[in-house]
């Protein structure tokens, strides 16, 4: 079955350290990857797109991602961290071959001053 | 967010009424899609849609209907025979080629 595994269900970082929030998948093919984050009541923002090329994506507020296919993970990263990112954090990979796309779970990231 | 809409934000509803989420988009995409969110559950696929007139299941379709009459609106009705309907409901389009999912604000559901 395809799926997208968010391990962590929360994450603590004091601010001005850096953060990973962790994803790995199991999706045939060569799926596209996305990060989102979500705010209490609100919708999901996007973050960033891997698609091909280099592993390393950088997006939205700072935020980058690694991808590494032997792995089958699209970490998220930032190099330090501010309290205001302090929300919930999605992975996500698309089938591109249907348009369906798999969620995680989502992990709650906690940002300490 | 920007070009969808989803009404209303906030719903109760008494156990054994029907009720109609919309969701309402001006980016001219095809496929729009429904997930419900649960707490520590992620986002779950109810229905989507890649074309007017034309919607399929997703992972969790069981109590309930879709509409998909114009390109524009893509309405939920969550139905009596939904168990356990109390949640929050995001709508999205795809963004077309690689695109991602944009997300509507959401509603969210309570049964009293």
């Known amino acids: 079955a395809q799926s997208v595994a968010q391990p962590e269900d929360q994450v603590n970082v004091a601010e001005g350290n850096p953060l990973t929030v962790k994803c790995t998948y199991s999706?045939?093919?060569?799926?596209?990857l996305f990060w989102y984050v979500q705010y209490p009541n609100r919708g999901l923002q996007f973050l960033l797109k891997?698609?091909?090329?280099?592993?390393l994506v950088k997006g939205s507020y700072g935020f980058e991602a690694e991808f590494n296919k032997s792995q089958t993970s699209f970490h998220l990263k930032k190099p330090s961290a501010l309290v205001s990112d302090s929300a919930l954090y999605f992975c996500?990979?698309?089938?591109?071959?249907?348009?369906?796309?798999?969620f995680g779970s989502g992990t709650k990231l906690n940002v300490k001053p | 967010d920007g070009g969808i809409t989803q009404s209303p934000k906030y719903l109760f509803r008494k156990e054994g009424q029907n009720v109609t989420l919309s969701c309402e988009q001006n980016?001219?995409?095809?496929?729009m899609y429904w997930y419900r969110q649960d707490p520590g559950q992620g986002l779950r696929l109810i229905y989507y849609s890649q074309i007017v007139n034309d919607f399929q299941k997703g992972d969790i379709a069981e109590g309930y209907s879709v509409s998909r009459e114009k390109k524009e609106s893509f309405p939920l009705t969550v139905t009596s025979a939904q168990k356990n309907p109390t949640a929050f409901y995001l709508c999205?389009?795809?963004?077309?080629?690689?695109?991602?999912?944009?997300f509507g604000e959401g509603s969210r559901l309570t049964v009293l």
């Open positions: 999205a389009i795809l963004a077309g080629g690689t695109g991602e999912l944009f």
């Open positions: 980016l001219n995409h095809d496929a």
């Open positions: 999706v045939s093919g060569n799926p596209y």
């Open positions: 891997y698609i091909t090329g280099d592993n």
């Open positions: 996500a990979a698309r089938d591109y071959n249907f348009n369906k796309f798999y």
